[in-house]
């Protein structure tokens, strides 16, 4: 072996090599966690406004009926939790609905899975526990295809997918696409997510003590 060799392979294991790069990678790691964590502290605020506007828009369109909603937020209770948790889905916020101070029913944040990820909505039920509307809040949809469901696009009977909720309350059972619910063509996923959510939404408000 020549001295050359030899000569490499003693840098290469010498202590003081080993204690640089790993400094440097260190350093490395920390600068880049620093830029991550600067570029999350931007964003966030505009990110939780967006969703917000989007969320105040959701809770108006799901009451089109009342003159004046307004929208109490209220706790989310263990039992609330698992009757949506039971159905799929998982609860964000829960709201009261209320118009000119009387009690309207209420409105649920409320996330399920579609065939992308997570399908984020707001559903509205009356008083008597009837489905008032659906309102997608965001999704990662695949364009053209689930997006369909998230517009709220026509069924072949020309109701909006999303619509055809509207009235639907937990004495018609279990909501089921291909049974009591119909899909978009070729979005079939995201349609059962829709509907999970659904599902999820009215055995929240079934919880509501």
């Not at 009690?103 to 409320?110: D, E, F, L, R």
């Not at 009591?180 to 059962?192: C, M």
């Amino acid at each position: 072996m020549s001295s050359e060799v030899k000569t490499k392979e003693k840098i290469d294991m010498d202590p003081k090599y080993i204690i640089k790069l790993t400094v440097t990678l260190f350093i490395t790691c920390v600068i880049v966690a620093a830029a991550l964590g600067e570029v999350d502290n931007v964003t966030r605020g505009p990110i939780a406004a967006a969703n917000k506007a989007a969320t105040d828009a959701a809770l108006s369109s799901v009451f089109t009926d009342a003159s004046a909603p307004e929208f109490p937020e209220l706790e989310v209770t263990d039992a609330v939790s698992s009757a949506a948790a039971a159905a799929g889905a998982t609860v964000e916020n829960l709201y009261e609905a209320t118009d000119g101070g009387q009690t309207i029913g209420h409105a649920v944040k409320i996330v399920a899975s579609g065939s992308q990820g997570n399908i984020e909505m707001v559903v509205g039920v009356d008083a008597d526990g009837a489905v008032t509307g659906v309102s997608i809040v965001s999704n990662s949809e695949t364009s053209g295809i689930g997006s369909k469901v998230m517009n709220n696009d026509p069924l072949p009977s020309g109701t909006g997918v999303l619509d055809q909720f509207i009235g639907k309350s937990a004495a018609d059972g279990t909501l089921t696409v291909g049974s009591n619910v119909d899909a978009i063509s070729g979005a079939t996923v995201s349609s059962r997510g829709v509907t999970t959510g659904v599902n999820g939404a009215l055995a929240a408000v079934g919880a509501i003590g």
